[in-house]
């Protein structure tokens, strides 16, 4: 019936409608009287045409967007986030505790201890800690590491639905009661449908309450007038500065040890700094006492003290350092430990004059007031080795080889001082003993060497091995060694119990002492000048077995100036031709067989022989035919036997 127009006839009438009224289109909203569009129509009929009048159909067809854009399509699904990712970093934290029984404590029976319990929401593990109580005495911390904790024997583990303010958790036999929880964790469990359980009190431990009383428990006292305000206002930044020292030779490896001692005027507090040396062997910790107010007695009870008193505290007893303790010359005792104050600065001392008057501030001298160490005893040298290298395992485990001069070694590499040197003994048959007595200058060393004289019985020879001559009467430990300067014309040389007195010296002992002269006094190289000069114009001196020659010049002695040369070579008899091989082997370098003129000269010089060019030329003519002037080793050994 609903699609036939609305004409006569096309209409039905319900007769049994009992229903004629309008519908209410007016009501109110908020306060306001709002129209509202009727739905049903006389009768209770359902409207089902167009309601809407020209104007409202025009603006509902501009501005609705339903009619303009279209049907809203379905906003998309959104993404699946897992729990672990949507609830990472969510933790619950409840409050709660448990009790412990104390057994055989005569002051407690239990304890209550706090603990907070984190559940992770993220994979449902729970860890419980115990915050820390100062003094408690017992371990505390973490009780059970974040795990997943079971609740029953069927392998059910805890969950967040089961826990709640006023339960009781049990983890591993130990029973856990919740009391608290913080705001996340209650505003989680609300929004999840869980009635979260009022809030209940943690009970009272009897031990820390205990402690509590105990400690809060004062002694009462007057109160000082001293105005600590002003002290600080005043004397802020002050410090008295005092060098003590700390005298603790009396001890095993003790010693005088330098500090520093430090009074702050402004609250009376005092430390001392020790003042370390470099390469001193001790740590470098400067504070030996740090800063605070040191007593004076910290553990005795002076034996005055009224009876009365039931207990004995700091403030009855302790008496404290001040600035009266700490004057010049005082020995004071800090911590058992002996300081002597032997010094301050200027500021200390205007303090000083302006509080107690004092005016002279007289330094002590502390320098002598160490003890002298003990020397070590060195025994005796037990003639093995030299003397150096006995003294070396003297000073330590490991002997060390003795050090050495290597400058003094390269600048004086092959400088010898030849001295003749006369046997002063009173046997008689050393009377008359001549000795060359070579002092190396490179090492300090000695050699003593004996000629050999025919038919005196003596066996020639060394005498004396290179090695270096104490003098004597030296002590063992600092050794006085024989030096250049102890060599001179008439000088007593004693070398291991034996008496040398020096007669003469050849001429690089002159020369070097020319050369140096700041080393050698005026009258030693006088003396020898005068010795050398004396010798150097004796023409022949027969007594001399082997003294130089020099001879006077004139025109035609050639030959009797040769024949007085080979004279002179035949008072130095050297007949060994051992000695007369080495003495050509020493110019034949090279190793050709021969020696020319100029080896010749210079073996004249070395004997102390006449070096003159018509001299040398006659010479090797009498020792040899040859054209070129060389002389082979039978020729020479020929010469040298001849004369």
């Given amino acids: 019936m609903e699609g036939l127009p609305f004409l006569p006839g096309n209409s039905f009438k319900d007769p049994t409608n009992m229903r004629y009224h309008r519908s209410q289109s007016l009501k109110y909203s908020n306060g306001y009287a709002l129209p509202l569009r009727p739905e049903l129509g006389i009768g209770g009929v359902p409207i089902t045409r167009n309601q809407l009048n020209e104007a409202e159909l025009d603006e509902l067809a501009n501005f609705h967007p339903t009619l303009t854009y279209g049907q809203a399509k379905q906003a998309p699904p959104t993404d699946f986030i897992p729990s672990h990712v ?43 800690f115990e915050p820390h109580v100062e003094n408690s005495g017992m371990p505390q911390g973490k009780l059970i590491k974040r795990q997943k904790l079971p609740k029953d024997d069927e392998g059910g583990t805890y969950h967040w639905r089961d826990i709640n303010i006023g339960m009781n958790l049990t983890f591993y036999g130990k029973i856990f009661k919740i009391v608290n929880c913080d705001q996340f964790t209650q505003n989680f469990l609300e929004s999840e449908g869980i009635i979260v359980n009022p809030l209940e009190p943690v009970p009272t431990d009897p031990y820390i309450e205990q402690r509590k009383t105990a400690s809060a428990l004062k002694t009462f006292s007057t109160p000082s007038s001293f105005d600590k305000t002003r002290q600080f206002l005043e004397l802020d930044r002050k ?30 507090t005092l430390e001392i700094r020790e003042v370390h040396k470099p390469n001193d062997g001790r740590d470098p910790f400067p504070v030996l006492i740090g800063r605070h107010k040191v007593p004076k007695n910290r553990s005795d009870i002076k034996p005055n003290f009224p009876l009365i008193t039931m207990e004995v505290t700091d403030h009855e007893i302790k008496e404290y350092f001040t600035p009266r303790d700490f004057m010049i010359g005082k020995t004071v005792i800090i911590y058992g430990r002996r300081f002597l104050v032997y010094d301050c600065d200027n500021f200390t001392k205007s303090f000083y004059y302006h509080n107690f008057g ?23 040298y037990n003639n093995f080795g030299s003397m150096e290298d006995s003294l070396q395992s ?14 003094k070694m390269l600048e004086n590499d092959h400088k010898v001082l030849r001295f003749e040197a006369a046997m002063d003994s009173m046997k008689p048959e050393d009377k008359g003993r001549r000795f060359i007595l070579a002092y190396r200058l490179a090492d300090d060393m000695m050699t003593i060497y004996e000629p050999p004289v025919r038919n005196s019985g003596i066996i020639g020879g060394k005498f004396l091995e290179r090695t270096r001559v104490a003098k004597p009467g030296s002590q063992p430990d600092k050794p006085s060694f024989y030096g250049p300067q102890d060599f001179f014309i008439g000088a007593v040389i004693e070398v291991f119990k034996h008496r040398f007195v020096i007669t003469s010296a ?80 020493r110019y034949d370098t090279d190793r050709t067989g021969y020696i020319d003129a100029n080896n010749m000269r210079d073996l004249c010089r070395r004997l102390q022989l006449p070096t003159d060019d018509d001299v040398i030329i006659a010479l090797v003519s009498e020792c040899t035919n040859s054209v070129e002037g060389h002389i082979g080793l039978e020729e020479f050994r020929r010469f040298v036997e001849s004369s």
């Fill in 86 to 128: 949507k609830l990472d970093k969510k933790v619950l934290r409840f409050n709660g505790y448990f009790t412990q029984t104390i057994i055989e404590s005569p002051d407690e029976t239990y304890r209550v201890r706090p603990i907070e319990l984190y559940y992770y929401l993220e994979d449902d593990t729970i860890a419980v």
């Fill in 239 to 268: 410090v008295l500065r005092l060098f003590c020292l700390w005298d603790d030779q009396d001890s095993m490896f003790g010693e005088l040890r330098p500090f520093i001692l430090h009074y702050y005027l402004v609250d009376d």
């Fill in 358 to 380: 004092i005016t002279e501030f007289p330094a002590m001298e502390v320098e002598g007031m160490a003890k002298e160490l003990p020397k070590m005893e060195i025994p005796p």
């Fill in 394 to 407: 003297c000073l330590s485990l490991v002997p060390q080889p003795p050090k050495k001069d290597f400058i």
């Fill in 506 to 585: 050849d001429q690089y002992v002159l020369k070097y002492m020319e050369e140096h002269k700041e080393q050698f006094p005026e009258q030693t190289v006088e003396s020898l000048r005068q010795k050398l000069g004396e010798t150097s114009i004796m023409v022949d001196q027969t007594s001399t077995k082997g003294g130089p020659l020099t001879v006077k010049r004139s025109p035609g002695d050639l030959e009797n100036l040769v024949r007085q040369v080979r004279a002179q070579l035949k008072k130095i008899a050297i007949t060994d031709k051992t000695r007369i091989d080495e003495m050509f082997l």
